[in-house]
């Protein structure tokens, strides 16, 4: 993904207030590490990476 600032595109991320410029910014990080950073996972870590 390229280095987005704070611009919320409409279908990625959940509808959120313009007003709001750090909440979006750490909303989205948490919602795609477990879905896809096997690193929290710690039953990824028992699996190859091949997983992915």
Known sequence: MSMLPVEPIPGEMPP???GQDM???KE???E???DEAP???P???DKPPNVL
């Open 32 to 34: 795609h590490l477990p």
């Open 23 to 25: 909440p979006p910014v």
């Open 43 to 45: 039953d990824e870590n």
């Open 39 to 41: 690193v929290p996972n």
């Open 28 to 30: 989205p990080e948490p």
């Open 16 to 18: 959120m207030p313009p």
